[in-house]
């Protein structure tokens, strides 16, 4: 499993961060990660689980709090389409949470879908 760090400001891993790990299971991975302005981290990440013979991949945005536990007020919002990678999360100034997506990573060439929006609460943005 990956894990995610903070780096203070001296550029050491700052130990009052602890991903918890326990809340986002096994075979998931931290893909991207972004601070919000309320200082809690939004993160995608990447579940894969082996359904009928063949493996899957998922992903789903969550939000943590500045220590790194997962907040569980925020809707995790799990993405039923076909992604191979997430690339980068980026806040956006109305608050809206930007994701870079890629599929098909194994042809060429792979195809990205840039913007995908999700309110601060973590729902899909549809507008």
């Known amino acids: 499993m990956g894990s995610l760090y903070r780096i203070d400001s001296n550029q050491n891993v700052d130990t009052t961060f602890q991903l918890d790990t326990a809340a986002l299971g096994s075979q998931t991975i931290i893909q991207a ?5 309320s200082g809690k981290i939004a993160a995608m990440a990447h579940r894969a689980a082996f359904e009928n013979r063949n493996w899957n991949s998922y992903f789903r945005l969550l939000r943590l709090h500045a220590n790194g536990q997962l907040d569980t007020s925020f809707h995790v919002t799990e993405l039923d389409e076909i992604i191979d990678q997430i690339h980068q999360l980026q ?3 109305d608050g809206r949470i930007a994701a870079l ?9 792979s195809h990205y879908k840039w913007l995908y929006l999700y309110h601060p609460d973590g729902r899909i943005d549809t507008s």
């Open 33 to 37: 990660a972004v601070t919000l302005p």
């Open 91 to 93: 806040v956006l100034d």
């Open 101 to 109: 997506l890629e599929w098909d990573y194994y042809q060429w060439p």
